[in-house]
């Protein structure tokens, strides 16, 4: 993944933990939890200028708060995803498909992408998502419906899961490690 030096950002609190958003100047680009692998460079954010304010980011973080409240299945932003190679944007593409509360194995998904052969290639593009929650890569399960891979932790996977199936609001997170 290659992210610029001139996207904007903010940093907002949810229940499953503090995350950074970043934006260019009409569409959200990144959404990762502070601790979450495969998050970019923290030298090349720190050149990212900080705005809160900005009309993106606000309405990404108005929409994460409605989804973690329970307010929100489906979120309605512009999206950047054009900073991954043709494959990792083609299954990030395809993590927009998936709709709350349904889930798809990685096998699965690799055979939607009429990819079959490519399961471990869908699986690290899975893991390098840079909108997490927001392009559903929780909702991607292991061949008999376990909880793999997830790059914000499994606890996190698993509460947003819960999330979902639950229309309740999100429990208090006492999975989480501090």
């Not at 090349?44 to 309405?59: C, D, G, N, S, T």
């Not at 009429?114 to 392009?135: D, E, K, T």
């Amino acid at each position: 993944m290659k992210l610029p030096a001139t996207l904007i950002r903010t940093d907002i609190d949810t229940p499953l933990g503090p995350m950074r958003l970043a934006a260019t100047d009409g569409a959200l680009a990144g959404a990762w939890f502070h601790d979450q692998r495969h998050a970019p460079d923290p030298a090349l954010m720190a050149r990212w200028r900080p705005e809160p304010a900005h009309p993106v980011l606000r309405e990404a973080a108005a929409q994460l708060a409605d989804y973690f409240a329970g307010r929100r299945r489906v979120f309605e932003l512009p999206l950047e995803l054009s900073f991954g190679t043709p494959f990792q944007t083609a299954v990030w593409r395809a993590l927009c498909g998936i709709a709350a509360g349904r889930t798809l194995s990685y096998g699965a998904l690799a055979q939607h992408l009429q990819a079959a052969s490519a399961v471990r290639a869908v699986g690290a593009a899975v893991g390098r998502n840079p909108l997490s929650v927001i392009v559903p890569c929780h909702r991607v399960l292991g061949a008999r419906g376990e909880l793999t891979g997830y790059a914000g932790g499994l606890p996190r996977k698993q509460a947003l899961l819960q999330l979902e199936s639950a229309d309740l609001p999100l429990p208090t997170p006492t999975l989480i490690p501090a």
